[in-house]
């Protein structure tokens, strides 16, 4: 079993910066990858950021150039550095461990992003 936890969200300023991080326990051995999603009220889930168990990463298009993905492995923590926020950026955002036979989820750290 893994356990993810979220933390870092909050409200800020378009233009203004956050960090998010993903903390993981439990079977950390077993995780594949680690992905950042995000959903606004009545949009459908998408995904924001991914780092694999060897550090490569894959960006949304939405996000690229603005938002980072990254990894201590010391602390068994995912980080989502978050700049240049726009409105748009508002959301829920989910972090999701998967492993080759299951996929874990967090509850969400609200970012809400101030025009």
């Known amino acids: 079993q893994v356990q993810v936890v979220e933390s870092g969200g909050g409200l800020v300023q378009a233009g203004g910066s956050l960090r998010l991080s993903c903390a993981a326990s439990g079977s950390t051995f077993s995780i594949n990858t680690i992905t950042w999603y995000r959903q606004a009220p009545g949009n459908q889930r998408e995904q924001v950021a991914s780092?694999?168990?060897?550090?490569?990463?894959n960006d949304g298009d939405s996000v690229k150039g603005r938002f980072t993905i990254s990894r201590d492995n010391g602390k068994n923590t995912v980080y989502l550095q978050m700049n240049s926020l726009k409105p748009e950026d508002t959301a829920v955002y989910y972090c999701n461990a998967q492993s080759v036979f299951n996929s874990y989820w967090g509850q969400g750290t609200q970012v809400t992003v101030s025009s």
């Open positions: 780092i694999s168990q060897w550090g490569s990463t």
